[in-house]
């Protein structure tokens, strides 16, 4: 079938990308799904920092590349051997695919499936195939899902059925935002009844680890960003104090004010300078977790001796750690208990065709989740 599709053939072009549109739509032909593969209408889908530095060029990935990962939609057709979805059902799309026959994937550890990085990085679905191309040209799909497409075929393995009941638009979130932010403090770092947060940067994954953080009882949860609107989007969400890193005297601040640093502290911005905030005001036997995918030629570097003499932890978090059908279903739910009001998370809807400028914004830091409705 023909589909439209935004395509992104060359990475690293200046900005504004309004002008330069390193970003076509283009119409490429779709083939059907194969065995363990299943074909979604995608209904919604949100701009999102992995698909901004594929753009920029600090996360190389081969081109030309179909882009868009977060997404939700609607089964059209399922492909032999898909025994559990039919057409109808609703689906959110998730860019680790796991094998579930990987070391990682038996220890329950999905988002690290050897199998779903290797296709990711080859641009592939998990089998190793491509199901888009243009005449003799194959396209290159973006973490397996591809999902500013009017259709999309995955693999059964990148898809989590979800009720029909929820938005496609809210339901979007639950692929990436969400799962990331909120499973860095529930599942990476676990946090504990009545803890203190740190938050250092405000985008997608930072807000909803912030009202992840709020959700399970975080009693003091500080955010940090260079962006006031941030800040101040982040005290309508719940934090209790916000501070701003453009300050050079933002980490004394922050350890005056919560007596030594936080207990946990979450960097989420994918910049060395965010990272080494995160990890000064983290008090003496605390927890620095990372969600960033900086360029992979940045490194971090800190006192070594402050791990053991202070006890301290830092740990990465991909995916949030999360075990995707077990947990976008109970976000989900916490969702329609107005306990993770992630809806509050979009501030900007736009057409397929507006795409390199709402990169723009993302890219100036004006935007918290874009929503592209189909």
């Keep these: ?30 083939d059907p799904p194969g065995y363990g593969e299943v074909l979604v209408q995608i ?5 999102c920092h992995s698909d901004l530095s594929v753009i920029d060029g600090s996360r190389p990935r081969p081109l030309p590349m179909a882009l868009g990962h977060e997404a939700a939609g609607v089964v059209v057709e399922a492909g032999e051997g898909v025994e559990d979805l039919e057409p ?18 038996k220890e329950g550890r999905p988002a690290l499936c050897e199998k779903g990085a290797e ?10 195939s491509r199901r888009l191309h243009k005449g003799d040209e194959p396209i290159h799909h973006h973490l397996g899902v591809s999902a500013f497409s ?3 075929v995955l693999s059964r393995h990148s898809l989590v059925k979800v009720d029909p009941g ?14 990331t932010g909120v499973g860095a403090v529930v599942n990476t770092a676990n946090i504990r009844l009545g803890s203190t947060v740190a938050i250092v940067g405000l985008g997608g994954v930072g807000l ?22 941030k800040l101040q989007k982040a005290k309508e969400l719940g934090a209790t104090d916000t501070f701003n890193s453009r300050d050079k005297d933002v980490v004394e601040k922050i350890k005056a004010a919560t007596n030594g640093g936080v207990d946990y502290a979450f960097e989420t911005a994918g910049a060395v300078p965010a990272m080494e905030v995160a990890y000064a005001i983290t008090r003496r036997g605390g927890t620095t977790v990372t969600t960033g995918l900086p360029h992979p030629e940045h490194h971090f570097s800190f006192p070594q ?44 809807i736009i057409s397929l065709e507006e795409i390199n400028e709402g990169f723009d914004r993302l890219a100036d830091g004006e935007a918290f989740r874009i929503l592209v409705r189909f």
């Design 1 to 30: 079938m023909k589909i439209k599709s935004a395509v992104l053939r060359a990475s690293g072009l200046e900005r504004p990308y309004a002008k330069s549109q390193p970003i076509k739509i283009e119409t490429l032909e779709l």
């Design 43 to 47: 209904k919604a889908a949100n701009l």
């Design 88 to 105: 109808g059902d609703h689906v959110v799309c998730i860019f680790v695919p796991s094998c579930g026959q990987c070391l990682p994937c």
């Design 119 to 128: 296709a990711n990085g080859n641009g592939t679905l998990i089998n190793g």
């Design 150 to 152: 009017e259709y999309a």
């Design 166 to 179: 929820i938005p496609f638009e809210k339901a979007a979130l639950f692929g990436c935002a969400v799962i």
């Design 208 to 229: 909803s680890a912030l009202l992840g953080a709020s959700a399970a009882g975080a009693s003091r949860i500080i955010a940090v960003d260079i962006n006031e609107a």
């Design 305 to 348: 001796v402050t791990l053991a003499a202070e006890e301290r932890t830092i740990k990465g978090s991909y995916l949030g750690s999360c075990v995707p059908q077990r947990d976008i279903p109970r976000y989900i739910e916490l969702f329609k208990q107005n306990r993770l009001p992630v809806d509050r998370l979009v501030s900007h």
